[in-house]
């Protein structure tokens, strides 16, 4: 494309206040990668492949249903049964030839994310599930990028730009576990296609993502990070909080490669994982169950009066096949470290039972 | 004396999307009040917000605070 038409294209932004050519080349030197092509995916593409971000790539395994088009935008009636990457890389490239554009028919996983996201400069998670959330998440936090998220239910949707802090070096940038340190169980939380969503709405959420990228990149406004926006398409109100470090979601974080692919993130059936304090102290009398604690060697309290031994959390899985017994129960401070651990060990250990103290060793008083 | 307490996505369905709660001493003492009388609300998952900031753990209230119930979402 000339400089000419390239000025053309871009006119009505480059002649922003702000924004000018050195904003616009900054969109066109940039590689983002979208997840999920799907209610929040759409716009995402569309108005990044129309603000001329330089190069998008976008996964996705599923196929477009009949039930996708009222919220799917860049999908028709006659593309049904096709791949959505494939459905809008086609309709992208109409948009706009300029873009490179990556597409990938698959679904991340443990062993594909880092290599995936290594290629581009920022993440934008349009996906539908939970598992997927808080692999990208993980990912973005190990790889240090930044990324954009967002999500719908009925009528609420959610936004904020994660792991992104320009203006403090040393301070880590909150990430999605220091609001929501730990998956739902499927109890706990509708999925999408039980919840339903008006179709508008991940409309206006995407089209938010879309604003948070171009205003990364192109370095103008304020950019959300450090903030939850939850937005009500009712009556347009948006309520917005800022989130804290939570050091449980450090805790929970793979700290390198090797970790983050023993990571187990497939939802799971976790029910049954749990167990009270009179269930736990009945173990105990009973001495059939290996017990362990899994806080670090040197939290306190120190608990005794029953016979356990010390694992803490980041080393369970590393030790968990020397784990000699049918019965082996966890416990923490509260519970929630060593519900983590539980299923995780559940996972590695189909066969034996695992359990996890629920209130941790608060809920056994003293 | 009360405490402002606002609820977001199913959970609103559970409790209206706002109500009004006498005062309590502290956030943990809030759920357990909000668990007597919704029930339902005792095995959903949330975070929560103490005026505007999304906390862990338990917290100290007082009159006029607002609190928050946020659910998590996984719809794309």
Known sequence: MSQRELHTRYQ?????????IAAQQKLLAARVLVVGAG???????????????????????????LSNLHRQVLFGTDDIGKPKVEVAVEQLRRLNPEVTINIYTQRLTVDNTLE??????????????????????DACVLLDKPLVYGAVSTYEGQLA???????????????????????????????????????????IIGTMMATEVIKIVSEIGEVLAG????????????????????????????????????????ETCISNIEIDAAAFNEWVRNDNALIIDVRDSDEMPIVSGFKHINIPYGEILERGEELDSENIILFCLSGKRSFSAAQKLKQLRKGVNVYSLKGG?????? | MT?????????????????????????HELEQK???????????????????????????LEEGFTIAFLPPFSGG
């Open chain 1, 12 to 20: 009505r932004q480059i002649m922003l206040k702000g924004f000018g």
């Open chain 1, 39 to 65: 209610g929040l995916g759409c716009p995402v593409l569309q108005y990044l492949c129309a603000a001329g971000v330089g190069t998008i790539g976008v996964i996705d395994d599923d196929v477009v249903s």
């Open chain 1, 116 to 137: 995936l996201l290594g290629k581009y400069d920022l993440v934008v998670d349009g996906s539908d599930n939970f598992a997927t959330r808080y692999l990208v998440n």
């Open chain 1, 161 to 203: 730009v994660f792991n992104w802090n320009k203006n403090s070096e040393q301070e880590r940038a909150v990430n999605y576990r220091d609001v929501f340190p730990q998956p739902p169980s499927a109890q706990e939380v509708p999925n999408c296609n039980e919840a339903g969503v008006l179709g508008v709405l991940p409309g």
């Open chain 1, 227 to 266: 903030k939850l926006l939850i937005y009500n398409s009712l009556n347009h109100n948006s309520y917005r909080l800022s989130i804290e470090q939570n050091s449980e979601a450090n805790d929970l974080i793979p700290k390198s490669t090797a970790a983050f692919k023993r990571m187990i993130y497939e």
């Open chain 1, 361 to 366: 060793i608060e809920s056994r008083g003293s």
């Open chain 2, 3 to 27: 405490i402002n307490v606002l609820f977001f996505g199913p959970l609103a369905e559970i409790v209206g999307n706002a109500i009004e709660m006498p005062v309590v001493s502290t956030l």
């Open chain 2, 34 to 60: 909000l668990f007597e009388q919704f029930p339902l609300l005792k095995d959903k998952k949330y975070a929560l917000s103490v005026n505007e900031k999304i906390v862990s753990g338990n917290v100290d």
